[in-house]
């Protein structure tokens, strides 16, 4: 599962606005969507606008990945 795909399955699991968390992350909406849909390539400093916008650690998505698949990083 790609970045984008588990933030927005992140975002769906905890009843968040897509509006929303483009609002606390500082992004434009429409730039928001095409991120998260996979339209457009997330940037690092996107990725951490958004962590930082949800509250959490950097590395978090990358764990809840690993975690998924039983793996450790």
Known sequence: MKVHERIR???ESNGLK???VADKSSIELKRF???INGD???SADEYERICSGLNVEQNFFKEVFLDSKNMTA
Do not use: E, Q
């Open 40 to 42: 457009s390539v997330l």
């Open 33 to 35: 969507y095409r991120v």
């Open 9 to 11: 399955r992140y975002i």
């Open 18 to 20: 897509m509006k929303y």
